[in-house]
């Protein structure tokens, strides 16, 4: 390929920040597998599952926690899991678990998969 035909399917970044995959060129093809953060959270959730069954008489919405964990779970399980709506989930099982430290730990732990 000549040096002037290689320019034209040159990407450069200089400054700011690339969150995903690039393709160019005729038939480029770009993907993106976060499968590690998916990997990661199942034994978290599982250990979250499991404190709020611990704690749950310091929960006073304990069932609705283990519904947001539900929630997470689920979304992981979709072949492109909506960050946003795992985030969220976080969000609520944090203020439902204000008042349980370690539980709060872990939350934080899976948050810190989806930055």
Same mark, same amino acid.
């Given at each position: ?9 040159? *990407? ?6 690339? #969150?995903?995959?690039? &393709?160019?060129?005729?038939? &480029? ?28 008489? $310091? ?8 519904? $947001? *964990?539900?929630? *997470? ?5 979709? &072949?492109?899991? $909506? ?23 872990? *939350? #934080? ?7």
């Amino acid at each position: 390929m000549s040096e002037e035909r290689a320019m034209e399917y040159r *990407v450069d970044v200089s400054g700011g920040e690339v #969150s995903g995959a690039i &393709a160019m060129g005729p038939g &480029a093809r770009a993907t993106v597998n976060n499968v590690g953060a998916r990997g990661e959270a199942g034994p978290l959730l599982d250990r979250l599952e499991r404190l709020l069954g611990e704690h749950a008489a $310091d929960l006073p919405e304990a069932a609705q926690a283990g519904r $947001d *964990v539900e929630d *997470v779970r689920r979304e992981l399980e979709q &072949a492109e899991p $909506d960050r946003s709506r795992i985030l969220d989930a976080l969000k609520r099982l944090s203020v439902r678990a204000a008042e349980v430290s370690v539980i709060v730990e872990v *939350v #934080s732990q899976i948050r810190a998969l989806f930055p």
